[in-house]
C-alpha cells in the first residue's frame, strides 16, 4: 500500500489492539502516508495530557475507548468511546488529563 501503514491486509484485526498504553506515556501510531490526510491512533495513560496544539488542517477526534476530555475555547468537551469531535485547523486545543484512553484522529490539510 502506498498510501496507508500500520493496518491489517490479510486479516480484520479490531483497532484498538493495533496500539498499547504505557504508563506515563502519550504511543502515537501513523496510519497514513500523505501530506494532504494524516491519519493516527493514540492511546493516553492514565492523567497523560497533551496541551495546547493545533494542526494545519481540520481535525476529527474518534474516541475508541475510554473517556477524555478536549479543552477548547476555555470549556471543557467530554467525550466516551463512540463519540467523534470535529476542531477547526489552526485552532489550539488540549487532550487527556483523566483515565487512560485510546483515540483516532484524522487531519486533513489542504
Given at each position: 500500500?502506498?498510501?496507508?501503514?500500520?493496518?491489517?491486509?490479510?486479516?480484520?484485526?479490531?483497532?484498538?489492539?493495533?496500539?498499547?498504553c504505557?504508563?506515563?506515556?502519550?504511543?502515537?501510531?501513523?496510519?497514513?502516508?500523505?501530506?494532504?490526510v494524516?491519519?493516527?491512533?493514540?492511546?493516553?495513560?492514565?492523567?497523560?495530557?497533551?496541551?495546547?496544539?493545533?494542526?494545519?488542517?481540520?481535525?476529527?477526534?474518534?474516541?475508541?475507548?475510554?473517556?477524555?476530555?478536549?479543552?477548547?475555547?476555555?470549556?471543557?468537551?467530554?467525550?466516551?468511546?463512540?463519540?467523534?469531535?470535529?476542531?477547526?485547523?489552526?485552532?489550539?486545543?488540549?487532550?487527556?488529563g483523566?483515565?487512560?484512553?485510546?483515540?483516532?484522529?484524522?487531519?486533513?490539510?489542504?
Open positions: 500500500m502506498k498510501l496507508l501503514k500500520n493496518l491489517p491486509s490479510q486479516n480484520p484485526e479490531s483497532i484498538t489492539s493495533l496500539i498499547e504505557e504508563p506515563n506515556q502519550v504511543v502515537s501510531m501513523a496510519l497514513s502516508n500523505s501530506d494532504h494524516d491519519i493516527s491512533l493514540f492511546t493516553f495513560a492514565d492523567g497523560e495530557i497533551v496541551s495546547e496544539e493545533s494542526y494545519l488542517g481540520d481535525t476529527f477526534y474518534l474516541l475508541l475507548k475510554g473517556e477524555t476530555n478536549i479543552s477548547i475555547d476555555g470549556k471543557d468537551v467530554s467525550l466516551k468511546a463512540g463519540d467523534i469531535f470535529a476542531v477547526a485547523a489552526h485552532k489550539g486545543h488540549s487532550i487527556g483523566g483515565k487512560a484512553f485510546k483515540m483516532l484522529k484524522l487531519t486533513l490539510n489542504d
